[in-house]
């Protein structure tokens, strides 16, 4: 089993930038995807990004494209989330997910491992 925790969340002024880690307890698959959803109040948890553990193939939610930044560590088995531009919109809690999605990996229902998530709050 894949066990997920992240970290780095925090308050950040609007503009600013946040880098957010997610540490794996066992080596991931190398046919896993690595992905990172949010959640905000009252709102259904959205794709924002993700990433093929073995080659390394982004995939960017429109909205998050051009500012956030999603890269792997294999050594230490942690995919980070580097959040550059940030705005009041991103507030949200922040989920990482590990899974091995056909072709749905925008898709919560395709992860089977959640970390418990960190939150930002992005500041007007």
């Known amino acids: 089993q894949v066990h997920l925790v992240e970290s780095g969340g925090g308050l950040v002024q609007a503009g600013g930038s946040l880098r957010l880690s997610c540490a794996a307890s066992e080596r991931t698959w190398r046919n896993y995807v690595m992905a990172w959803f949010r959640q905000a109040p009252g709102k259904e948890r959205e794709f924002v990004t993700a990433i093929t553990w073995s080659g390394g193939t982004t995939y960017y939610a429109d909205s998050v494209k051009g500012r956030f930044t999603i890269s792997r560590d294999n050594a230490k088995n942690t995919v980070y989330l580097q959040m550059n531009s940030v705005k009041p919109e991103d507030t949200a809690g922040y989920y990482c997910?590990?899974?091995?999605?056909?072709?749905?990996?925008?898709?919560?229902?395709?992860?089977?491992?959640w970390g418990q998530g960190t939150q930002v709050t992005v500041s007007s």
């Open positions: 997910a590990a899974g091995r999605p056909s072709s749905r990996y925008y898709s919560t229902n395709e992860y089977d491992y």
